[in-house]
């Protein structure tokens, strides 16, 4: 936590998306919530342009819900149903209207325009990273803690990458559970 203070001490007392998805996560934990901040990258390994979002298991639906604290933003289909990001993913990549959000929605106050967001997020949503243990004061900067989704592993060489989207958003996340199927799998 101290390395996130000092971030926003250096930054005009703010967080970028990963401070803030790192404080989000880690109060879910603290209320008893499965949760974990996922990083959200473009094709190219060697990039800046990425966005982290939280996702928090939610047992009357079943499945991980998408939460992007950086605008106070969560997103629901057309039944109202909160979206994972698989399902948020598939929507917007088949540009089907089917992708809504909340109304208080902004980024500093402002409202947020749900299309300018879409064209950012869109390209981001390739390969996905998160850390391997989820806990409170646990973080994904060191490689080692990580694990990372990408379409084809041959393709990247990431020291724990798997190509298999069920292992990745397998539910509820519990320590030592990705990196035991992954060596299963190897």
């Known amino acids: 936590m101290r390395s996130?203070?000092?971030?926003?001490?250096?930054?005009?007392?703010?967080?970028?998306?990963?401070?803030?998805?790192?404080?989000?996560?880690?109060?879910?934990?603290?209320a008893g919530l499965y949760s974990r901040y996922i990083t959200c990258s473009p094709r190219e390994r060697e990039t800046d342009d990425s966005h982290v979002v939280v996702i928090v298991y939610s047992k009357e639906f079943n499945k991980w819900i998408m939460l992007d604290p950086s605008y106070c933003l969560f997103f629901f289909n057309n039944q109202n149903e909160p979206l994972s990001i698989h399902e948020f993913r598939n929507l917007i990549r088949n540009e089907r209207n089917e992708v809504h959000i909340n109304e208080n929605a902004n980024y500093h106050g402002k409202r947020l325009n749900i299309n300018t967001y879409l064209?950012?997020?869109?390209?981001?949503?390739?390969?996905?990273?998160?850390?391997?243990?989820?806990?409170?004061?646990?973080?994904?900067?060191?490689?080692?803690n990580v694990i990372h989704l990408v379409p084809q592993t041959k393709d990247y060489n990431f020291s724990r990458a798997i190509s298999n989207p069920d292992i990745f958003w397998q539910l509820p996340f519990k320590k030592g559970t990705i990196h035991e199927k992954h060596e299963k799998n190897s």
């Open 4 to 30: 996130l203070l000092n971030f926003a001490a250096e930054h005009g007392n703010r967080l970028n998306c990963r401070g803030l998805a790192i404080v989000l996560s880690e109060l879910c934990l603290a």
């Open 119 to 144: 064209h950012s997020i869109k390209h981001k949503l390739y390969r996905f990273s998160s850390s391997l243990e989820m806990s409170i004061g646990v973080d994904s900067c060191y490689e080692d």
